[in-house]
């Protein structure tokens, strides 16, 4: 199956600070990526659409400015979790799909956000 | 996309098959039934999709009722490594792959 690779896998920061999370699509070209949180013993939850060469869009009650989306090429989304606080930490995942309607989506392996 | 309902744990032998049920009663006619399942700590992975018809791959089967309000995902012979949780999802063909994650239901293989 296709591959999507997130990186890090692993992150603390400290209160305050930046933190980027990249999701790359290996073998396929993705016009379309899609980030989710999820914390301890819960489900996902979709935070935002990434789409290449616009515009982020999120779902209700996430915050735009706190999590910066950009999506520069077909290949590659990135999250930044900007001016990062505790109630920040999570489990962040990505996924992405080939281009067509009803493809499955291929999820990254997550990453675990520490803020301390 | 239309929800599901799922039961939130289940207990399996090892080596015996798994039934995992999922009801989707207010599916429309041109959504897709997805199972997705996560182990601990890692993103979810893609099992098996249907419209209709039964379906079968290398990992799992998946039997959807002929009025297409429920559905069942078997893995034939559980090992430990099934232990996970399991997502049924329903979605739109024309939906991308956007989803929409239920609570699931935990199972949990015994040896």
């Known amino acids: 199956g296709a591959v999507v690779s997130q990186h890090p896998s692993r992150v603390i920061c400290k209160s305050g600070t930046s933190v980027k999370i990249e999701c790359r699509s290996l073998?396929?070209?993705?016009?379309?990526m899609f980030w989710y949180r999820q914390f301890p013993k819960k489900s996902l939850m979709l935070m935002a659409t990434?789409?290449?060469?616009?515009?982020?869009?999120?779902e209700q009650g996430v915050e735009k400015d706190k999590f910066l989306i950009n999506h520069a090429s077909l290949t590659l989304s990135t999250l930044t979790v900007t001016s990062a606080h505790p109630e920040d930490s999570s489990f962040y995942i990505c996924?992405?799909?080939?281009?067509?309607?009803?493809?499955?989506?291929?999820f990254g392996q997550g990453t675990r956000l520490t803020v301390v | 996309d239309a929800k599901t309902t799922q039961p939130p744990s289940m207990d399996c032998a090892e080596g015996r098959a798994a039934n995992l049920p999922c009801n989707h009663s207010?599916?429309?006619?041109?959504?897709?039934v997805y199972w997705y399942r996560q182990i601990h700590s890692q993103g979810p992975q893609y099992i098996i999709h249907g419209l209709k018809n039964n379906e079968t791959n290398e990992m799992a089967s998946l039997i959807i009722t002929e009025d297409r309000k429920s559905s069942t995902l078997i893995l034939p012979h559980a090992t430990l490594r099934d232990t996970a949780v399991y997502y049924c999802?329903?979605?739109?063909?024309?939906?991308?792959?956007?989803?929409?994650f239920g609570e699931g239901t935990q199972l949990t293989v015994n040896p």
């Open positions: 207010t599916i429309s006619g041109n959504e897709y």
């Open positions: 999802i329903v979605r739109a063909f024309t939906s991308g792959s956007r989803l929409t």
């Open positions: 990434s789409n290449e060469g616009s515009k982020a869009t999120y």
């Open positions: 073998d396929f070209q993705a016009t379309t």
């Open positions: 996924s992405a799909s080939r281009s067509g309607a009803g493809t499955e989506a291929f």
